[in-house]
């Protein structure tokens, strides 16, 4: 603002967020007042933890706080990990934590110094009200914010429930560690995270399942019952000790998201705008980190709209990647009861990595000798040896590590008639020279009709055979030890449309061919070309295709072929509920749905030599309402599994055109991991995994036994040659070819 024109401020809520922007305005030279219904000695919870980063920021903008803080903080570094009654620790973490009402006390004594009015046991005016009488309205008023709900016309606030019931409690002693232990109870699985926050006190979150909160009777038992009852649970973690409530209830937690966080001179602050999930303990550094931002964008804007838009333009991105981690670690925790079986060490590194934040190059850097023990478990044959070079068996095929180059459509087919060329033998044999296990094909179409553009390649034809013989030969002379994949697919009803880079789903000007599918349902209504629903020739005719089109794979000398079910193309169509309307018996319920890619599959590998691997590439998800579900998926993956499938390739999404997907780092890798543990069948991830820890990461917390990472190759195509020297490793798995190796070491920049 301006020197010298101080504004009044009004903030509603007297929670950390709302309490530490008013005091930081204060000292700026506006004028705070600040609203709070409950007492000075009110408050939830007993705990919060707040991260280095967090204080540092803290340290920056007002030593005073800083100093009393940290005079007040219990740190420790170590995290305990309690599964089926053995111990497992591991240390470097770094945590500070204090008593939320100790953290409340500093704060008013701060504002009061500052001359911030404080008005307790006051409920606010409503926030237009507000609003007309002063500059700037802090809205810090919590989960429940009567300021974004009477303003969600233009906040536009999401609340989503999460699948857990959770409880806040205390125990009078402290942990020496962040604690994590599972109960396997007779109703289910039941989680405590437990953490000091003072000399002789920790915060104790019980937390479970709705279904097994239920099945225990804790939906009816009050405070008392409920913390006797969970310190019985776990009463050995608590040395016999009991738990106590404070206001303590049964709670689901809600994700909060808002469209904007401002409207006019209102500005939204910590939970009241987000909220991330206590697992990850965000909640409070949020809050401060917003009070942060806010101030400093007040200091530095000419005038509050300039503030407000430059507060949440620095903001967002640093909230979204807080809420998408704190997604990953609830729904791991939602989850548990499918992780419980892994053994003790690996369900540790999963539960230190369930959100993404932590990662194995990172674990390693904190806890080398946990990590170490990790990888013995997980069957790296050395020390020098990262995860993702541990070789994998699939049938008589054994990957020499485990990365795998995607499948990724080219629209590069010569003359328009499906051959492979120049430029595929050129695409697929650098990434072959490049490193990784497995070089997988396009989508390669088993029919003229069957392609999704002019630009596809097929293999229903001698010469398109003769053609992709030619690369595989390549592949296998030039790149010894690497296996060349081919994935088969028709499109469906996504056919006869333009390459890519003329319009991604746009139907082709002229020369169209007719599309097919499970039901006359076009992928983009008034756009797309309406298909024409198979019928049982049809159905026999293309089981035919692509068995003759296996039948030229195997002799083009692919070590692997992949089935194609997922995207929307014709076999996925047959399986989501959103392109299936058959009423026939390929159509209804899901196991009709399956029927007939699984006589596609099987027709596929009785032609198939028996000693080389088949996958099947899947949508886990359609991100569309009524669509495929969770369970569809796995019990897809089933299905296929027990028809031999020796891997499922779990991609989601391209199903329907109106789909809302939610990406993120790794974003699908959940649906994979989930798979793995409820059917047992080795699993590729796929989506947005882009560097080597990210594999290693996933690798060891056992959520996949491949990684198929496509754009990364396509910006370098030796990218796992590169990650092999990153990790200063020489071995085996990541053979440089004999022309290329004197680039093995990455060439000095600069001076240097």
């Known amino acids: 603002m301006p020197a010298g024109s101080a504004l009044r401020v009004a903030v509603v809520g007297g929670g950390p967020g709302g309490l530490y922007a008013a005091a930081l305005l204060a000292r700026q030279g506006h004028t705070v007042e600040v609203w709070e219904r409950g007492a000075p000695e009110d408050t939830f919870g007993f705990g919060v933890v707040l991260s280095d980063e967090t204080l540092g920021g803290i340290e920056q903008a007002d030593t005073a706080v800083y100093a009393a803080l940290g005079a007040e903080f219990v740190r420790w570094d170590d995290i305990d990990i309690v599964h089926r009654g053995r111990l497992l620790t591991s240390g470097g973490h770094g945590f500070a934590a204090i008593g939320r009402r100790r953290l409340l006390e500093i704060l008013h004594e701060r504002c009061a110094g500052l001359g911030v009015r404080l008005r307790f046991r006051t409920p606010a005016p409503p926030a237009a009200v507000l609003a007309a009488s002063y500059d700037l309205v802090v809205a810090a008023d919590g989960v429940h914010s009567a300021t974004r709900q009477s303003g969600a016309a233009h906040f536009r606030p999401t609340l989503t429930s999460g699948h857990c019931r959770y409880i806040w409690l205390a125990a009078d002693f402290a942990f020496d560690a962040f604690r994590f232990e599972i109960a396997e109870t007779e109703h289910g699985v039941m989680q405590l995270h437990a953490y000091p926050y003072s000399a002789d006190a920790s915060t104790v979150i019980v937390e479970m399942h709705e279904t097994v909160w239920r099945a225990a009777g804790f939906d009816l038992c009050d405070e008392a019952e409920s913390a006797a009852r969970c310190a019985k649970i776990f009463g050995e973690a608590l040395r016999g000790r009991p738990l106590h409530g404070n206001r303590s209830a049964w709670t689901e937690f809600r994700t909060v998201v808002n469209e904007r966080w401002s409207h006019g001179n209102v500005v939204l602050l910590g939970d009241a705008a987000h909220t991330a999930h206590f697992s990850i303990g965000s909640g409070t550094k949020l809050a401060v980190e917003d009070a942060l931002a806010l101030a400093e964008a007040v200091a530095a804007e000419p005038d509050v709209p300039a503030a407000l838009a430059a507060y949440e333009a620095a903001r967002r991105p640093a909230v979204a990647s807080t809420q998408r981690a704190a997604a990953a670690s609830m729904r791991w925790f939602e989850e548990i009861a499918g992780y419980v079986d892994q053994p003790a060490r690996q369900f540790a590194f999963n539960l230190l990595t369930r959100s993404r934040r932590v990662t194995h190059d990172n674990l390693r850097l904190r806890d080398e000798r946990f990590t170490r023990a990790v990888e013995r478990d997980f069957g790296c044959p050395d020390e020098h040896t990262p995860p993702m070079f541990t070789p994998l068996k699939l049938r008589g095929l054994t990957l020499r590590n485990r990365v795998v180059v995607s499948p990724m459509d080219m629209y590069s087919a010569q003359d328009d008639d499906g051959m492979p060329g120049d430029f595929h033998l050129v695409h697929l044999g650098a ?197 495929t579900s969770a369970q569809d998926a796995v019990d897809i993956a089933a299905a296929f599994a027990a028809h031999g499938a020796d891997a499922i390739d779990v991609s989601t999404g391209q199903v329907v055109a109106d789909e809302r997907p939610e990406y993120g780092r790794s974003y699908q890798t959940p649906y994979a991991d989930r798979i793995r543990g409820a059917v047992g069948v080795p699993v590729i991830a796929v989506g947005a995994i882009s560097s080597w820890d990210d594999v290693n990461s996933l690798l060891l917390a056992g959520r996949a036994d491949l990684c198929a990472v496509g754009r990364p190759h396509l910006y370098d195509p030796h990218w796992t040659l590169h990650a092999a020297a990153d990790q200063s490793y020489e071995g085996p798995a990541a053979p440089w070819p004999a022309p290329y190796r004197a680039g093995s070491r990455k060439p000095p920049t600069g001076r240097g």
Not at 500 to 527: H, I, K, Q, T
């Open 431 to 627: 990434r072959a020279l490049g490193g990784a296990a497995l070089v997988m094909t396009e989508m390669v179409c088993v029919s003229p009709e069957g392609r999704i553009t002019p630009g596809c390649t097929g293999l229903y034809t001698a010469e398109q055979a003769a053609a992709w013989t030619r690369i595989a030969d390549f592949v296998h002379t030039s790149a010894p030890g690497t296996a060349l994949g081919v994935q088969l697919g028709h499109s469906g009803r996504k056919g006869s449309t333009r390459r890519m880079w003329e319009g991604m789903d746009d139907p082709l000007p002229e020369g169209n061919w007719p599309v097919v599918a499970a039901s006359e349902l076009p992928y983009r209504p008034g756009v797309s070309a309406v298909p024409r629903a198979l019928t049982a020739a049809d159905l026999a005719s293309i089981r035919s295709d692509f068995a003759a089109a296996a039948v030229r794979a195997a002799g083009c000398g692919f070590d692997l072929l992949e089935l194609h079910c997922a995207h929307g193309y014709l076999l996925s169509g047959f399986l989501s509920p959103l392109t299936n309307h058959r009423t026939d018996t390929y159509g209804g319920s899901l196991e009709n749905r399956l029927r007939f890619p699984l006589e596609v599959f099987d027709a596929v590998r009785a032609v198939w030599p028996a000693d080389r691997p088949m996958t099947v590439r899947i949508s886990a998800t359609d991100w569309a309402p009524g669509g």
